[in-house]
């Protein structure tokens, strides 16, 4: 069974830096797109970044390029998200995504697991 973990939430003052963690079990990297995504209140997910196997490719959305980088730890089964410069309209709840994936390109959406989230709050 496919289990995703989130934590790294927290508050943090415009200018400064999170990471978010992903434990992922039940699923191995080689054979998975790993995303992030966020969502405030009264707005729709967002995607946020990902990442695929396959072409060992990368992408962001256009208002995280440059400050946010998605990374991996094969051997403790573990997806990062580095935030830098955050914004105070960086705040959301932000959630792990798999999806099992042997293409090239990275997707954007049809995840199929989903974590339970966590919070990150950023102060003006």
């Known amino acids: 069974q496919v289990q995703l973990v989130e934590s790294g939430g927290g508050l943090v003052q415009a200018g400064g830096s999170l990471r978010l963690s992903c434990a992922a079990s039940?699923?191995?990297?080689?054979?998975?797109?790993m995303g992030w995504f966020r969502q405030a209140p009264g707005k729709e997910r967002e995607f946020v970044a990902a990442?695929?196997?396959?072409?060992?490719?990368?992408d962001y959305t256009d208002s995280v390029k440059g400050r946010f980088t998605i990374s991996r730890d094969n051997a403790k089964n573990t997806v990062y998200l580095q935030m830098n410069s955050l914004k105070p309209e960086d705040t959301a709840r932000y959630y792990c995504?798999?999806?099992?994936?042997?293409?090239?390109?990275?997707?954007?959406?049809?995840?199929?697991?989903w974590g339970q989230g966590t919070q990150v709050t950023v102060s003006s």
């Open positions: 990442f695929t196997w396959r072409g060992l490719s990368t």
């Open positions: 995504a798999a999806k099992f994936y042997r293409g090239t390109s990275v997707p954007k959406g049809d995840y199929n697991y």
């Open positions: 039940g699923l191995t990297f080689s054979s998975y797109a």
